[in-house]
């Protein structure tokens, strides 16, 4: 099993640029979930979704951000524009059936905006 | 709001001694409590998964224990090495179909 895979995993881009991070969810599991981490405020739960719909996007701090899922195999987050306070490490986790147990996370990608 | 601490951001501890970690949480009343270990450059990694109807779950070296009354889980890992040193982090969510916050993390240093 090849895990969570995620690209890229180093993004740098200035201020204004679109930025698109991809994820590859374990094959078979119900739920993809995206977070960020920062010093300042840990992990976020930005978005989830389950069967490929997305249902809770609470989490995500602007419609900057969007984020989608095709298929069952992979999904996108879009931060259009980008601005410097998106600088962060952004994660990719599927969870087989069950939304509040084991997360199982790829190995990010740092994102920095110049 | 709710709110999940653990016990401080650095732990020092010399090799072959326990390390105990703590995670209070305020507000909230989780049915799940789960330990993640975190690399540098690495995503978290799944350690343990504690229920509110267990007081105890042990998997090799490391014991969680999750006190619903007192509101904290401790973590400890016996016997500990070097390789054990990472950030650990808390995560709660309120049931098997809740999603799962996160601690900020306790960085554990295991010195030789």
């Known amino acids: 099993d090849a895990g969570v895979i995620q690209s890229p995993r180093h993004e740098v881009t200035e201020m204004g640029q679109e930025v698109t991070l991809r994820c590859k969810p374990i094959?078979?599991?119900?739920?993809l979930f995206w977070y960020r981490q920062t010093m300042m405020r840990g992990l976020e739960l930005l978005i989830y979704f389950n069967n490929n719909v997305p249902i809770d996007d609470s989490g995500m701090p602007e419609d900057r951000f969007s984020a989608k899922m095709p298929n069952a195999s992979f999904s996108t987050l879009k931060i259009q524009p980008s601005e410097p306070r998106d600088s962060a490490v952004y994660f990719c986790a599927s969870s087989p059936d069950r939304l509040g147990e084991k997360l199982f996370f790829g190995s990010g990608t740092q994102l920095s905006v110049l | 709001s709710q709110k999940i601490e653990q016990n401080s951001e650095a732990l020092n501890i010399q090799e072959g001694k326990t390390a105990t970690l703590t995670c209070n949480y305020t507000n909230y009343s989780p049915a799940y409590l789960q330990w993640y270990r975190q690399d540098p450059g690495r995503g978290p990694v799944f350690l343990l998964l504690?229920?509110?109807?267990?007081k105890e779950k042990r998997k090799e070296r490391l014991k969680v224990t999750f006190d619903t009354t007192l509101k904290q889980s401790l973590f400890h890992i016996t016997a500990s090495q070097p390789a054990d040193s990472a950030t650990y982090l808390c995560a709660l969510s309120r049931s098997s179909a809740s999603k799962i916050i996160f601690g900020s993390g306790t960085r554990l240093s295991i010195r030789p």
């Open positions: 094959s078979g599991h119900d739920y």
């Open positions: 504690i229920r509110e109807n267990e």
